[in-house]
């Protein structure tokens, strides 16, 4: 039986109690780490990092997530070094955050790395740069699980208020923004809905409060202020008093909110599948939206990986067998891993789904060309991600018929791609679906075509650094 360490982070949310009770009847941790009101998130990081831990594998969780079903069998069997959770947010619809499944080799990498100085990132998100850094010293990639986990639902107006004024500081990319103007869309959909205006009121304050062009050391002082600005702000909303919070009123929301989210409940222990059942596949090529579509298969309980960099996957590509042992546990793959091999794929699992992302030609050339110029194909013999590299390489060759930019050759593949698989699927409609995430559809088109009742949170729309270099020039990466 594995070893599990329970790391509970709390600030005395609404939920601290009743998230602790469920974690522990969830993940049945051999020791609980409370971490009671430590501020800023900056020192609560150096302080779990400081535990001397004994274990298989530590859970970091905060008291804002109440996790609904068990998920020690995941724990028992999961072999990946990394798992972030894919929880349903109140505010922003299905996000992975909250709850992070992390195997000890990568907590004593993470102790090992050194405190990043006047790093933005680090600023903003300090547990994700650490173990982003700890992961690349590793050689290790993040992988997902989507649990029946609540995040920010039934929260304080002083929790929610500084949440998200600290939410609006770090979606100043385009994309970003973008992805919280779409929230804010959804908040007016419900103006009685008190928690949205409060989120409302933290955003609007932070854009007056902090400007564009605040220094790292302006930008850390304002988030460490934020409890007491919340305790300022948060009255002149003259908002009324909130009750305890009990578990028949998280289970009624539960009961409610899973009828739309998912047609079938969700196993913490995935069981193999039969060999050649159906499966969806992502098909498009890179930088047309592939992350965002493999975001919103997990809203939809459809479990899928994107670009799986693992060593299986590479010999399995050498090998030219495509039937990819990862789907004896997944619900298929996603981006350039499989659409080149489509055909393959459908004589494999006969009557899957398949989904071709595009956008606009020239747009989508920029995105490669911007996502290209920082990631060679050969790079030096001492890369530290050597299964990654040979598989770009690989896929380069494979799908596109070159390893550096060529507008010429890309210009003819994204078009020759696109014509061979509306041809090859030409008399089977059913089959395939032809999207343009990055002109904003979403899922009045996806949830018909898998059959899905038609979700009414926020489309994930997911960036990475070289989609926001390509569409913006934008250098500053906020991750997930």
Request: charged share 25%.
């Amino acid at each position: 039986m594995k070893t599990v360490d329970l790391v509970f982070r709390t600030i005395g949310e609404r939920t601290s109690n009743l998230a602790l009770d469920l974690a522990i009847k969830q993940i049945q941790p051999q020791n609980v780490h409370i971490l009671d009101n430590v501020r800023p998130f900056t020192l609560a990081v150096a302080k779990m990092l400081d535990i001397q831990y004994q274990c298989d594998t530590v859970v970091f969780m905060d008291a804002d997530c109440l996790i609904m079903e068990n998920m020690r069998p995941f724990l028992e069997r999961n072999s990946y070094i990394y798992v972030d959770c894919y929880v349903i947010d109140k505010f922003r619809g299905q996000v992975h955050q909250g709850v992070h499944i992390t195997d000890i080799k990568l907590v004593r990498q993470m102790q090992a790395v050194a405190t990043p100085e006047d790093d933005q990132k680090y600023v903003l998100r300090p547990e994700s740069r650490l173990r982003s850094l700890a992961l690349t010293e590793l050689k290790a990639s993040k992988h997902f699980k989507h649990f029946r986990v609540f995040h920010d639902y039934f929260q304080y107006y002083s929790d929610i208020f500084a949440k998200f004024a600290l939410r609006e500081l770090r979606c100043r990319t385009p994309i970003n923004r973008r992805q919280l103007q779409a929230a804010e869309a959804h908040w007016g959909k419900y103006p009685g809905d008190l928690d949205f205006q409060v989120a409302q009121a933290a955003v609007a304050y932070a854009r007056a409060q902090v400007p564009q062009d605040t220094s790292n050391a302006d930008l850390q002082a304002f988030i460490a202020s934020l409890p007491e600005r919340s305790a300022q702000e948060v009255p002149k909303l003259q908002l009324p008093d909130q009750d305890a919070l009990t578990y028949d009123e998280v289970d009624r929301v539960a009961r409610q909110q899973w009828q739309w989210q998912l047609t079938t409940p969700p196993q913490s222990q995935p069981q193999p599948t039969k060999r050649h059942e159906p499966k969806v596949f992502g098909i498009g090529l890179s930088r047309t939206g592939t992350k965002s579509l493999t975001g919103a298969l997990h809203t939809l309980g459809i479990n899928t990986i994107h670009y799986p960099d693992d060593e299986s996957t590479l010999r399995e590509l050498v090998e030219g067998n495509y039937e990819f042992s990862l789907l004896q546990y997944l619900d298929g793959i996603t981006d350039i891993t499989v659409a080149p091999f489509y055909p393959q794929l459908d004589q494999l699992y006969a009557n899957s789904k398949f989904i071709l992302t595009i956008r606009n030609k020239e747009e989508w050339l920029d995105a490669l060309r911007n996502h290209w110029q920082d990631r060679p194909a050969f790079a030096d013999a001492n890369a530290k991600r050597d299964i990654h590299m040979h598989i770009r390489r690989l896929l380069r060759s494979a799908v596109y018929g070159c390893y550096e930019f060529s507008y010429d050759r890309l210009s003819y593949v994204y078009d020759l791609h696109y014509e061979t698989v509306l041809r090859y699927f030409q008399n089977r409609p059913g089959q395939l679906l032809v999207i343009n995430i990055c002109e904003g559809e979403g899922w009045e088109k996806i949830c018909p075509f898998l059959g899905k009742p038609l979700v009414q949170h926020p489309f994930p729309f997911v960036k990475k650094q070289s989609l926001i270099k390509a569409l913006h020039l934008a250098q500053l990466e906020a991750p997930v």
